[in-house]
T-cell receptor
Framework: SQTIHQWPATLVQPVGSPLSLECTVE??????LYWYRQAAGRGLQLLFY??????ISSEVPQNLSASRPQDRQFILSSKKLLLSDSGFYLC???????????FGAGSRLTVL | SQQGEEDPQALSIQEGENATMNCSYK?????LQWYRQNSGRGLVHLIL?????REKHSGRLRVTLDTSKKSSSLLITASRAADTASYFC???????????FGKGTRLSVIA
């Protein structure tokens, strides 16, 4: 079965600092991978998705970027964080053979 | 863009009661899914209903889908305190398009 690992689980960063959130996948190959952001008390906003190495689709213009350096690795980055980047970031990938998502445990980012 | 919209935003019930959450969406779908999220955790898939299905059951969960009204409902019967969580619907437009999630319903089951 597929497992999504995310780290760090919690991060407190000052405005203007860089960001790197990592997501790795076990139990499947060549998965579609997704980064979602969840603001406090709100739904999930799709940020990026990737169908393969080096292939990134961006859903919303923003201060963030994503990269897929390896088949099972998906990274969310920022060069300079804004206060509005605070939130709960979730990485997800599909279960084998279905467009049903398995989620990681999330990374909570607080920008001060 | 946000496709599914859940209703109500929050729901508080007593243990043993049934909880009903609704989801409306705007465009055609291949299937609709419901997920659960415990506070501060990732989402967990609960149930999927295809566009040609009208009702589906899984344990204490019952999902209905009305494609003519573009709506779905999730019923949790005989609720337990452990059912306290946020519940999200997600629409699958088919092909390789990503799922689109609603804003969720926050369910509190009081023991």
């Amino acid at each position: 079965s597929q497992t999504i690992h995310q780290w760090p689980a919690t991060l407190v960063q000052p405005v203007g600092s860089p960001l790197s959130l990592e997501c790795t996948v076990e139990g499947t190959s060549n998965p579609n991978l997704y980064w979602y952001r969840q603001a406090a008390g709100r739904g999930l906003q799709l940020l990026f998705y990737s169908v393969g190495i080096g292939q990134i689709s961006s859903e919303v213009p923003q201060n963030l970027s994503a990269s897929r350096p390896q088949d099972r690795q998906f990274i969310l980055s920022s060069k300079k964080l804004l206060l509005s980047d605070s939130g709960f970031y979730l990485c997800a990938g599909p279960r084998e053979g279905a467009n049903v998502l398995t989620f990681g445990a999330g990374s909570r980012l607080t920008v001060l | 863009s946000q496709q599914g919209e859940e209703d109500p935003q929050a729901l508080s019930i007593q243990e043993g009661e049934n909880a009903t959450m609704n989801c409306s969406y705007k465009t055609s779908i291949n299937n609709l899914q419901w997920y659960r999220q415990n506070s501060g955790r990732g989402l967990v898939h609960l149930i999927l209903i295809r566009s040609n299905e009208r009702e589906k059951h899984s344990g204490r969960l019952r999902v209905t889908l009305d494609t003519s009204k573009k709506s779905s409902s999730l019923l949790i019967t005989a609720s337990r305190a452990a059912d306290t969580a946020s519940y999200f619907c997600a629409t699958d437009g088919g092909g390789n398009t990503p799922l689109v999630f609603g804003k969720g319903t926050r369910l509190s089951v009081i023991a």
